[in-house]
C-alpha cells in the first residue's frame, strides 16, 4: 500500500508538472546571474503567470541575435530580451519576430513607436575608471593618453557594437583615423562586457567600456565611491534594450503576458538596482538615490534603427581595418 501510495504521489506530481506551461526566453549572460534582475523577474512573473519561467543565457548581447538566425523557427524560444536597437532592424528582417500589442507611458530620452520590440530599459555608454584618475574627456585625448582600456567584440556584444556606433556618429568620416588613434590604447578585446568589466575590477586595465550607470552599482551595493565614467565631450551614445516575441513561440498568450509585465512596476522597479540601467517606465518610487550623483552627458548620440545595419557595416569593417594593422 506505502508502495502504491508513493507510485500514486509519483504520477500526480508528474501530471501537474507536465501541466505547468514553459515560456523560455533567451537572454544575455550578465541578466540570468545571481546579481542580474533574473532571478527576481523570474520569482515575480511566476507569482502570477501559472508557469514555469525559464531564462536561458546565451552570451552577450549580440550573440542573441546569432543564435536565433541559426535556430529559426525550430528555436525553443518564445521570447528574445537583449537586442537593442541597432539590431532590431536585423532581427526584424529575419521575418521571426511578430508584432505586440504593448501600450505604456515611457520615459525613454526619444519617442518610441515600435511595433515588434518592447523598451525594458536604456543608457548611455561611457568608459568608467577608478575616481582618482583624471580621464580623457574625449576619444581624441583617450588616443592621445597611455591609458589601457578594455572594450568588447562588436560582433557578439552589444556594448561593443555600441562603442562603434558611438565613434561613427561622433566623427563620421574621421572614424577611422580616431580608430587608428584607439589601437595602441586597447589591451584586449572581450567577446562580452562581464569578462571585460571583470579585467578592469581584477586591475588589468585602466579604463572599461561600460555605462554611465555602471558607479552607481559600486555606490548602492558596494558604499564604494571609487568608480566614475568619464564624460566625452563629443557626446554619449545612447542604449535602448528591447525584448520582443518569437513567431514560432508555443506559448504565444504567455509571451505577451511577460511583454506586458516587462512595463510593469514589479518589472521596472528592479532595473535599476539589477541590471544597473535607466527604467523605461518610471516606477512608482522613481530612481534610488545615488542615481543622481552620475554624469549627464549633455549631448545623446543614436542611430535611427533603421539605419543602423548599413552604418554598422562601414563602421565594422574601419574598426578591423584600424585594428589589424
Known amino acids: 500500500?506505502?508502495?502504491?501510495?508513493?507510485?500514486?504521489?509519483?504520477?500526480?506530481?508528474?501530471?501537474?508538472?507536465?501541466?505547468?506551461?514553459?515560456?523560455?526566453?533567451?537572454?544575455?549572460?550578465?541578466?540570468?546571474?545571481?546579481?542580474?534582475?533574473?532571478?527576481m523577474i523570474e520569482a515575480e512573473f511566476e507569482k502570477t503567470c501559472g508557469c514555469d519561467l525559464k531564462l536561458v543565457g546565451a552570451g552577450d548581447g549580440a550573440a542573441l541575435l546569432a543564435r536565433i538566425?541559426?535556430?529559426?523557427?525550430?528555436?525553443?524560444?518564445?521570447?528574445?530580451l537583449?537586442?537593442?536597437?541597432?539590431?532590431?532592424?536585423?532581427?526584424?528582417?529575419?521575418?521571426?519576430?511578430?508584432?505586440?500589442?504593448v501600450s505604456a507611458d515611457y520615459n525613454l530620452p526619444i519617442p518610441w513607436q515600435d511595433d515588434h520590440f518592447v523598451p525594458y530599459d536604456w543608457g548611455y555608454f561611457a568608459f568608467v575608471h577608478n575616481a582618482d584618475l583624471t580621464p580623457p574627456t574625449s576619444f581624441s585625448a583617450l588616443a592621445d593618453?597611455?591609458?589601457?582600456?578594455?572594450?568588447?567584440?562588436?560582433?557578439?556584444?552589444?556594448?561593443?557594437?555600441?562603442?562603434?556606433?558611438?565613434v561613427k556618429t561622433a566623427h563620421g568620416d574621421a572614424a577611422p583615423q580616431i580608430w587608428e588613434g584607439l589601437s595602441d590604447n586597447i589591451l584586449t578585446v572581450t567577446k562580452g562586457w562581464s569578462e571585460a568589466y571583470g579585467l578592469f575590477l581584477e586591475g588589468e586595465?585602466?579604463?572599461?567600456?561600460?555605462?554611465?550607470?555602471?558607479p552607481a552599482y559600486h555606490l548602492i551595493a558596494e558604499?564604494?565611491?571609487?568608480k566614475s565614467a568619464a564624460a566625452f565631450e563629443e557626446g554619449h551614445y545612447m542604449q535602448i534594450e528591447v525584448a520582443a516575441k518569437l513567431a514560432s513561440s508555443d506559448?504565444?498568450?504567455?509571451?505577451?503576458?511577460?511583454?506586458?509585465?516587462?512595463?510593469s512596476d514589479a518589472f521596472q522597479s528592479v532595473i535599476s538596482t539589477t541590471n544597473w540601467m535607466y527604467p523605461s517606465v518610471t516606477p512608482q518610487n522613481g530612481l534610488?538615490?545615488?542615481?543622481?550623483?552620475?554624469?549627464?552627458?549633455?549631448?545623446?548620440?543614436i542611430v535611427p534603427s533603421a539605419d543602423a545595419p548599413a552604418l554598422r557595416d562601414q563602421a565594422l569593417a574601419e574598426w578591423l581595418s584600424a585594428l589589424s594593422q
Do not use: C
Open 69 to 80: 538566425r541559426l535556430e529559426g523557427a525550430r528555436s525553443d524560444a518564445d521570447i528574445v
Open 145 to 166: 593618453s597611455d591609458l589601457k582600456i578594455v572594450i568588447q567584440d562588436p560582433r557578439s556584444s552589444t556594448p561593443g557594437l555600441g562603442l562603434l556606433m558611438w
Open 205 to 214: 586595465a585602466d579604463m572599461v567600456l561600460s555605462y554611465t550607470t555602471s
Open 251 to 263: 506559448q504565444p498568450e504567455l509571451a505577451d503576458a511577460f511583454l506586458e509585465f516587462m512595463v
Open 82 to 101: 537583449g537586442l537593442d536597437t541597432n539590431l532590431t532592424q536585423a532581427a526584424l528582417d529575419t521575418g521571426l519576430f511578430v508584432p505586440h500589442s
Open 288 to 301: 534610488p538615490d545615488g542615481f543622481e550623483t552620475l554624469i549627464k552627458p549633455e549631448k545623446a548620440l
Open 1 to 39: 500500500m506505502k508502495y502504491l501510495t508513493f507510485v500514486a504521489g509519483i504520477i500526480g506530481a508528474s501530471t501537474a508538472f507536465a501541466e505547468t506551461p514553459e515560456l523560455t526566453i533567451y537572454t544575455y549572460d550578465s541578466f540570468v546571474s545571481d546579481w542580474g534582475p533574473g532571478p
Open 223 to 226: 558604499g564604494d565611491t571609487s
